[in-house]
């Protein structure tokens, strides 16, 4: 469901592997209010740090939440994987977070996560070449 979302909406994305699974317990970053995750990839690439997390809303929300019948929080944590020689671009690692998703017949609703890794760039678009940049 995702995908499709990703697909339709960015078509110029190259997504990595999806791994699904319950999530470990992290200290909470500070999370801001996003209709499009591309916000909070923009900003990863932006911080000094590498990093930047939302609270996902809208549409994708919908499409992720809407058909389970959930009203938790969906969260989003993106990380710099590496940054590549063309400036603006880096692997980023998107960390999807949600509390109370059930699981299978006769098993308790619990957290659940999906991660998934792309190339991408300050404009839109996957690098024209992913050559790591020099240094740490």
């Not at 990703?6 to 992290?26: C, D, K, N, T, Y």
């Not at 590498?50 to 996902?56: F, H, L």
Request: net charge positive; glycine share 12%; with cysteine.
């Amino acid at each position: 469901m995702l995908i499709s979302c990703l697909h339709r909406g960015w078509p110029a994305m190259v997504a990595g592997v999806m791994l699904f699974g319950g999530s470990s317990a992290v200290a909470q970053p500070v999370r801001v209010a996003v209709t499009d995750p591309r916000q909070v990839m923009l900003a990863a690439l932006r911080s000094a740090d590498g990093t930047a997390s939302g609270d996902i809303k809208g549409d994708l929300y919908q499409a992720m939440a809407g058909p389970l019948g959930l009203s938790t929080p969906l969260w989003l944590d993106v990380r710099t994987l590496v940054r590549y020689r063309q400036p603006g671009c880096a692997r980023l690692l998107l960390h999807f977070h949600q509390e109370g998703v059930p699981a299978s017949v006769g098993q308790p609703a619990g957290p659940r996560t999906m991660d998934v890794t792309m190339n991408y760039c300050r404009d839109g678009k996957p690098p024209a070449y992913a050559i790591p940049a020099e240094g740490p």
